[in-house]
């Protein structure tokens, strides 16, 4: 594992949780991280626990044949600290996943590699 911005949010996510960066001048969140925030050029943040919930922002079917596991969803999720990251929605058909779809996004695994998943909300 590289010392790179991203680590504690891999680690996080290995961990189970889906951490952020906040950066300590403006309060804002940002992703995917890096060393200064994109809103105000800060350079500290603090690293805070996303609540998990969002809302599809972009949804994708991926194409795969059956005998591979099956189509997949590819999404983008907005969280509400209002940061987007590339997600794969779990639970419902990959055509059933619309944009503005209410989903709480967690930690899971994508082929065994730490990934953020989402459900749809209520489920
Ligand atoms: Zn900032």
Known sequence: MHEGPDLAFRK????????LPK??????????????CP???G???TWREASGKGEIH????VRRSTNQGGDYNV???????????MSRVE??????????????????????TPAVL??????
């Open 58 to 61: 972009t949804t994708t079917v």
């Open 43 to 45: 350079t500290l943040f």
């Open 12 to 19: 996080g996510l290995s961990e189970g949780r889906i951490v």
């Open 118 to 123: 989402c459900r749809p909300e209520g489920s």
């Open 91 to 112: 639970g419902v058909p990959p055509p059933d996943v619309e944009i503005a779809m209410p989903v709480i996004a967690y930690a899971g695994e994508i082929d065994g």
């Open 23 to 36: 950066c300590d001048a403006c309060r804002r969140f940002h992703f995917f991280p890096r060393v200064v």
């Open 75 to 85: 999404c983008i999720v907005e969280l509400e600290e209002g940061v987007r990251m």
């Open 39 to 41: 809103h105000c050029y």
